[in-house]
C-alpha cells in the first residue's frame, strides 16, 4: 500500500477561467506522396498544476477554492493566491510543415490585468505551510529563451470544463476519514 504523500484538490477556475471555447476535431485530407494521408487537428491543451503554480502545497492536503466560495468550519485559510489575465491570448495557429514550427495568433486580451482571487485551505487539524503563488518559467519552444514571470500571469490561455461537483464536501469526506 502506497500512502498519499501529497493531494491538491483546486476549482477549475484556478487553472482558467475562460468557460465559452467549445473544442471541435478537425482534419485535412491530402498529406503524403499519394495524398493518402489525414492530418488531425487533435489539440491537447497541457495545464500547469497547482504543484507548479503554488509553494508549500507538497506533503500537505490543500483545497483551493474561490476567495468568495463559501466553506464551513472545519477548513483554515493557509494563503491567498492571485491569478492575473495576460496581456495578449492565443486565438488561432498555424503548423508550418516544411518547418515543423508552430506560429501562434496572438490577440490583445480585453480583460489583461484583471485579476482572480483564490484561497487555499487545510482541515483545521491538519498541519502543513502557508502556500502562495510562485514564479514559473516560460520556455518558447521555438527559441531556446526562457523568460521567469510571475504564475499570476501567463500568456496562455488553457482550456477546461468546470464540473458541478462540490469541492467542499469532497475534501471533507475523502480527507477527513
Known amino acids: 500500500m502506497y500512502p498519499v504523500l501529497d493531494l491538491v484538490v483546486c ?3 484556478f487553472l482558467n477561467a475562460d468557460h465559452d471555447y467549445i473544442h471541435k476535431n478537425r482534419s485535412v485530407k491530402g498529406f503524403g506522396s499519394y ?3 489525414l492530418s488531425g487537428n487533435r489539440k491537447r491543451y497541457i495545464a500547469p498544476t ?3 503554480l503554488t509553494v508549500g502545497v507538497a506533503h500537505n492536503r490543500t483545497l483551493i477554492l474561490p476567495a468568495d466560495f463559501p466553506t464551513d468550519s472545519r477548513f483554515r485559510s493557509v494563503g491567498e493566491l492571485v491569478r492575473e489575465e495576460p496581456e495578449q491570448l492565443i486565438v488561432g495557429y498555424a503548423f508550418v510543415r516544411r518547418a515543423n514550427t508552430m506560429l501562434p495568433e496572438l490577440v490583445r486580451n480585453p480583460a489583461a490585468g484583471a485579476k482572480r482571487f483564490f484561497r487555499a485551505y487545510r482541515l483545521k487539524d491538519a498541519p502543513g505551510d502557508q502556500v502562495s503563488m510562485r514564479a514559473v518559467e516560460i520556455q518558447d519552444e521555438e527559441s531556446s529563451e526562457s523568460i ?3 504564475a499570476t500571469t501567463h500568456r496562455f490561455q488553457m482550456i477546461q470544463n468546470v464540473s458541478a461537483w462540490n ?3 469532497f475534501v471533507s469526506q475523502k ?3
Open 167 to 169: 469541492p467542499v464536501r
Open 35 to 37: 495524398g493518402g494521408f
Open 50 to 52: 497547482p504543484f507548479s
Open 175 to 177: 480527507l477527513a476519514s
Open 11 to 13: 476549482h477549475g477556475d
Open 148 to 150: 521567469t514571470r510571475p
